[in-house]
């Protein structure tokens, strides 16, 4: 056996020592998401029954649990100048234009927002923590600004539920 194969098959066994000894360490995948469309394509035909805030909340509250946090309504906005933000209430918006990027920006920037819970700015705590749960966070930020030309020429469709409220507890 060559070399790289035994050193492959180490690696493998002490990656699956991990995940069985430290299983809160191993992240879970997020629930299954569209596959990225073209812009032109409206949103209602990309997002199963259009409800795009739906699916901005469901990418949150399986998030949320994996940083810590809780977070109140979730809204869709026609934002120009922001992808994101988080209120200091804990409510969420999002540009609606996300939906349209690849699954993994989408979730980088629901991660994004989610922090600003445990840390309302942008200091090295606050990557520290996006870091944890979204390690390539560099990367995706990099998609967005060499993307976000694309993204904001996307057409919108017009009956978007734009607020999705937080289940009653």
Not at 42 to 57: M, W, Y
Not at 61 to 90: N, Y
Not at 154 to 164: C, D, F, G, K, M
Request: hydrophobic residues 40%; proline residues 10%.
């Amino acid at each position: 056996m060559p070399a790289s194969a035994s050193l492959l098959g180490e690696v493998r066994e002490f990656l699956a020592s991990l995940r069985r000894d430290w299983p809160e360490a191993s992240v879970p995948p997020p629930p299954p998401r569209i596959p990225p469309v073209s812009p032109d394509v409206p949103i209602k035909t990309a997002v199963p029954g259009g409800d795009i805030a739906l699916l901005f909340r469901s990418r949150a509250e399986h998030w949320a649990p994996l940083l810590g946090v809780s977070f109140g309504r979730v809204s869709v906005k026609d934002q120009r100048t922001l992808w994101g933000s988080c209120t200091r209430e804990g409510h969420l918006n999002f540009s609606w234009r996300l939906a349209l990027a690849p699954e993994a920006v989408l979730d980088y920037l629901i991660v994004h927002e989610l922090a600003h819970r445990a840390q309302m700015n942008h200091s090295r705590r606050f990557w520290e923590i996006v870091e944890r749960v979204c390690p390539a966070h560099r990367s995706h930020r990099r998609w967005l600004r060499k993307n976000a030309a694309v993204l904001h020429a996307a057409r919108r469709y017009a009956t978007l539920p734009s607020v999705i409220r937080p289940a009653s507890r």
